[in-house]
């Protein structure tokens, strides 16, 4: 069964340090997102991307993230100078229909 | 505004005893819900879905869930734990098309024996 992946699976950088982390949505799907989830929080919603540009993103996204298909296969999110608050897990999903299917995500350890 | 309501965070229930998780949602549009279950460390895994029809909707794991619409609710239940059912449960709410998901705070579940 096709699923998504996630790569790394724990990331562990600096303050102000540039981390990207890496997606591979199920192949024939056409919508990808972003979500992370604070320790002990709800998941939350950062970004959500279709046909190469991005076509919603929530107020945590802010000018230190960037998201980019790179090729065909590839989903990133970049943060451009990392906080300690961006400590979290972050989830990649892959939609078909009406349905998201998530990655095992990258927990990202910042500090 | 959209938004999931876990209202319970933490709920201990015995072995073989039934569950009942609570959700409650405010949402603009149709919505479609979701349970999806988390172990620590792990992703989310989909227990279920209802996007429309039936209201009472069976998932995985012997899980199943009914939408009341004049309630807002859809809440998760099951008719006999197992101990590996230990994890955290979260709802979420979307709707037709790219909108992202709306997730409640998540109830843990614990087992004992």
């Known amino acids: 069964e096709p699923e998504v992946t996630q790569t790394p699976s724990h990331q562990v950088t600096q303050m102000g340090q540039e981390v990207i982390l890496r997606c591979v949505p199920i192949?024939?799907?056409?919508?990808f997102y972003w979500y992370r989830q604070i320790l002990g929080q709800k998941v939350e919603f950062l970004v959500s991307?279709?046909?190469?540009?991005?076509?919603?993103k929530s107020e945590i996204f802010d000018d230190q993230f960037s998201v980019e298909r790179p090729d065909g296969s590839n989903f990133t999110l970049k943060i451009r100078s990392t906080k300690l608050e961006d400590s979290a897990m972050y989830f990649c999903?892959?939609?078909?229909?009406?349905?998201?299917?998530f990655g095992p995500g990258t927990r990202l350890t910042v500090l | 505004a959209q938004s999931v309501t876990q209202p319970d965070i933490h709920i201990t229930v015995s072995e073989g005893a039934s569950l009942e998780l609570r959700c409650n949602y405010s949402?603009?549009?149709?919505?479609?819900l979701f349970w999806y279950v988390q172990s620590p460390g792990q992703g989310l895994q989909l227990l279920l879905k209802?996007?429309?029809?039936?209201?009472l909707v069976q998932g995985i794991k012997g899980f199943e869930a009914e939408f009341k619409r004049s309630q807002s609710s859809f809440n998760l239940r099951k008719p006999s734990v197992h101990w590996s059912d230990a994890a955290e449960y979260f709802c979420?709410?979307?709707?037709?098309?790219?909108?992202?998901?709306?997730f409640g705070k998540g109830t843990r579940l614990s087992v004992i024996a």
């Open positions: 999903a892959s939609r078909a229909l009406n349905e998201q299917f």
């Open positions: 192949s024939n799907h056409l919508y």
């Open positions: 991307f279709y046909n190469n540009e991005i076509s919603e």
């Open positions: 949402y603009g549009a149709t919505p479609y």
């Open positions: 209802y996007f429309s029809g039936d209201t």
């Open positions: 979420a709410v979307g709707s037709f098309g790219n909108t992202p998901l709306v």
